[in-house]
Nanobody
Framework: QVQLVESGGGLVQAGGSLRLSCAAS????????TGWFRQAPGKEREFVAA????????YYADSVKGRFTISRDNAKNTVYLQMNSLKPEDTAVYYC?????????????????WGQGTQVTVSS
């Protein structure tokens, strides 16, 4: 079992930055793929970014590529999402995800462990 707790959400103006953190417990963190999804009001939950256990391979949704950076610190059991150049359309609840072995990263069904989410609001 894996427990995920997100933090770092908040209100920011367009063009600003936020860093989300996700602390994991319950299983060897270094063996888990981790990532982030988001869900805006009235929309489907969508993939944002993923990072493999070693931290050397990352994946991003086209909508955030070049603006967001996912990273992890296996010594601290934590995954991060640095969000720069934020836009109002980035407003959503952001969820941390983890999985032991997954061959795909975009579908929601590829991830078995989910955090409770943290709200990010970008004002124009």
């Amino acid at each position: 079992q894996v427990q995920l707790v997100e933090s770092g959400g908040g209100l920011v103006q367009a063009g600003g930055s936020l860093r989300l953190s996700c602390a994991a417990s319950g299983r060897t963190f270094s063996s888990l793929s981790t990532g982030w999804f988001r869900q805006a009001p009235g929309k489907e939950r969508e993939f944002v970014a993923a990072i493999l256990p070693s931290g050397s391979t990352t994946y991003y949704a086209d909508s955030v590529k070049g603006r967001f950076t996912i990273s992890r610190d296996n010594a601290k059991n934590t995954v991060y999402l640095q969000m720069n150049s934020l836009k109002p359309e980035d407003t959503a609840v952001y969820y941390c995800v983890a999985e032991l072995r997954n061959s795909d990263y975009v579908p929601r069904t590829a991830w078995g462990y989910w955090g409770q989410g943290t709200q990010v609001t970008v004002s124009s």
